[in-house]
């Protein structure tokens, strides 16, 4: 235990109410592997007192006018910015990222999103068409849904839980959510702000717990017409089993194995900085960053060896240290399992240039037990192999070498996930054409992790299912309907 420390301990947010649980989990500091919060344990009676809540405000919610809503969202959005410090310090203890990246990303696009879709919630417009010679009109109008459902992960957690929260409010929905138990700090922190913000009772209600308990609870729940989920795909399997009896409106936004494709006229200036950023940002630990490096052969030694350079400048070490880019992994068992494609890439031949195995860790004596690694590069490895087609989610990258540009789109298109890809050419004719051609989501071109909210995030294959984005997130937390008028 985290010695004499008194630990944190979480409640539940239901109808405006912080409530105590029957039973808790541990949730742990990752740059210590200390236990340091305690988080509720909910299943079934929580979430049906939280649908009671939700289906009860959704009336008062839902005839609110857009910018009466907004108004809420904008709101929210000015409190969380005036406690943005004390969020990015709880995010960086409960996540194990570095204090920099839930300073300068997580807590200011939270922030964002909320007041992203307080403005987008206002500018959408429905259709209308005439049948004069039938002297008919018809129209499109948009209703809320409901309760949403929405389930994010902990690898960005506020940061993905708002990119849900926001979009379903705004839409007149009320919300259940349920974060990570792994991540669940600034969930709660966020429930404190809801009241001030003037979010009526029941509105938002946050249970903490478990997937298979709370999670499933909330899935299968007839009442919760739509599921918004963020996370693993045989997670999203399960989701899809227990939606389908009821019909639920599902997005889901699942994992990627992402390439960047690296072409011999590529400017390794800026490409080599961004790669290492898309390889290992966050501990690795996002959807969107790059896990196979694809690089023309001509370049292949100058690179690999300028990009091994770099990544050994990356310091790792204790998350508030504000010289380290990586802090540590969420939890002893996901560092493990990111250790483990290391042992196979060598059990497979494969060499490993830096990092894991090759080069010493050094931590302070408190950080110890931490869950902490380097940033590990891997050459000679097959495309077949384990590391080059499952999500490792952790700070492991392969390189290897193409030919050609026909080769490379086959090879990259060649694993069951399609999120997000990077493409690095001067030649723009090339950069469109490979663009098209990648069964991708996302395609970044000379950059990487540049979003535009307005436009639709999501990816292909098993990547998931849906999108989101200012209309896209409209449309999926709203149901349209046509009314045709005689006159």
Not at 19 to 28: N, R
Not at 64 to 84: C, F, G, H, I, Y
Not at 289 to 294: A, G, K, L, M, V
Request: charged share 20%; hydrophobic share 40%; glycine share 6%.
């Amino acid at each position: 235990m985290a010695g004499t420390k008194a630990l944190l301990m979480l409640e539940n947010f239901i109808d405006g109410k912080f409530l105590p649980c029957s039973s808790y989990i541990d949730s742990y500091d990752p740059s210590t592997g200390e236990v340091y919060c305690r988080v509720p344990n909910s299943g079934k009676d929580e979430i049906e007192a939280a649908v009671k809540a939700a289906r009860e405000a959704f009336p008062g919610w839902s005839s609110r006018s857009p910018q009466e809503r907004s108004r809420v969202l904008n709101q929210v959005a000015d409190l969380l910015e005036q406690s943005l410090e004390e969020f990015a310090q709880a995010e960086s203890k409960d996540q194990g990222k570095t204090l920099a990246l839930a300073r300068t990303m997580d807590i200011p696009r939270s922030v964002q999103n909320f007041r992203f879709f307080a403005s987008s919630s206002l500018h959408h417009t429905s259709e209308c068409t005439q049948m004069d010679h039938l002297g008919c009109m018809h129209y499109t109008v948009r209703a809320p849904v409901g309760v949403a459902g929405l389930i994010s992960p902990w690898n960005l957690p506020l940061y993905l839980l708002t990119w849900k929260i926001a979009p379903a409010m705004a839409a007149g929905n009320t919300v259940i959510a349920k974060p990570s138990e792994l991540t669940s700090v600034t969930a709660w922190m966020l429930c404190k702000l809801l009241d001030k913000a003037g979010v009526p009772p029941g509105v938002v209600n946050i249970v903490f717990g478990t997937g298979p308990r709370v999670g499933e609870a909330l899935v299968s729940h007839p009442e919760v017409p739509l599921i918004s989920f963020t996370g693993s795909q045989p997670t999203a399997e399960r989701i899809t089993q227990l939606s389908a009896p009821h019909c639920k409106k599902l997005s889901l936004e699942l994992g990627g194995k992402n390439p960047a494709i690296i072409f011999e006229d590529a400017n390794l200036e800026e490409c080599i900085p961004a790669t290492v950023r898309s390889s290992f940002a966050n501990q690795g630990e996002i959807c969107l960053c790059t896990s196979r490096i694809f690089v023309q052969k001509s370049i292949y030694s100058e690179f690999l060896k300028r990009f091994v350079e770099a990544t050994r400048k990356w310091k790792v070490g204790i998350p508030s240290d504000p010289l380290v880019s990586m802090g540590a992994l969420i939890s002893k068992a996901h560092l493990e399992k990111v250790r483990s494609y290391v042992k196979r890439a060598l059990a497979e031949g494969a060499q490993i240039w830096c990092g894991e195995g090759v080069d010493k860790l050094s931590l302070p004596a408190r950080n110890q037990a931490g869950y902490f690694m380097l940033p590990t590069v891997i050459t000679d490895i097959k495309d077949e192999s384990c590391c080059m087609t499952e999500e490792i989610f952790g700070p492991v990258t392969c390189v290897v070498p193409f030919d050609s540009e026909e080769e490379v789109i086959e090879r990259a298109n060649n694993v069951k996930y399609g999120l997000a890809a990077t493409v690095w050419s001067s030649n723009v004719g090339r950069v469109h054409r490979v663009a098209k051609k990648l069964q991708s989501g996302l395609v970044w071109t000379n950059c990487w992790l540049i979003r535009e909210l307005n436009l639709p995030f999501g990816g292909m294959k098993s990547s998931g299912i849906g999108r989101e984005g200012a209309k896209d997130s409209y449309n999926f937390f709203t149901e349209i309907k046509t009314i045709t008028v005689k006159h």
